[in-house]
């Protein structure tokens, strides 16, 4: 384990100052833009039947997923290594494995993260909610899911600078704060067991 933290470290203090800025940036658009569209499903839940909460559900599970710091722009190494996708001296593949092998760290997150995108939008099981269960539910979801967005904005926009490792760190948190906080009783097995194995091969994200 400490190797590993020491390998870690290693791979983040070879980040320009330059690579990692880009990367607060595009994750900082990724948490605002999550916040326009929490906001306004705010505003329409109040106004939305029993019979809507299903694909209120999906929608925003989903709007919240392609908004997650998940791209190449969010990563301070790709940015930096993956102009020509050479990858060459990225401490990140050294650690990790290269991205694009199918057994490395971030292939096995982003197959399964993709996954759950794939299975949230087919999940159209026609599930009947009491209105006065789901829509609380849901409420918590948007408050809590907003909460950490405002968190994760809140830290990257600090005037105090922090470090590459601590980016890291942090994005890694952010991701899995955020996969917890889908009220998976909203949903079929099939999402749920796929949003466990997103969060278990997240471990080994950073």
Known sequence: MIARTQEREAAASAINSTSLEAAKIAATDGC?????WAALFSR???????????????????????????????????????????????GYAQVHGRCDRDDSSFSLFIEAFLELGRVIYQDVQDFQFEP?????????????????????????GSACSFSTFTFMEHKAHYLDEMLSLIPLSLFSEEVAENCRIVRKNLLDYW
Request: aromatic residues 10%.
């Open 32 to 36: 605002e833009e999550y916040l326009r």
């Open 44 to 90: 329409r839940l109040d106004s939305i039947n029993h019979s809507e909460f299903h694909r209120f559900a999906r929608a925003l599970a989903l709007i919240m997923l392609g908004n997650l710091p998940t791209k190449p722009s969010t990563c301070p190494f790709c940015i930096q290594y993956g102009r020509d996708r050479s990858c060459q001296g990225c």
């Open 132 to 156: 006065l269960n789901a829509q609380p539910i849901l409420k918590s979801w948007l408050d809590d899911s907003i909460q950490a967005a405002g968190r994760m904005n809140e830290f990257i």
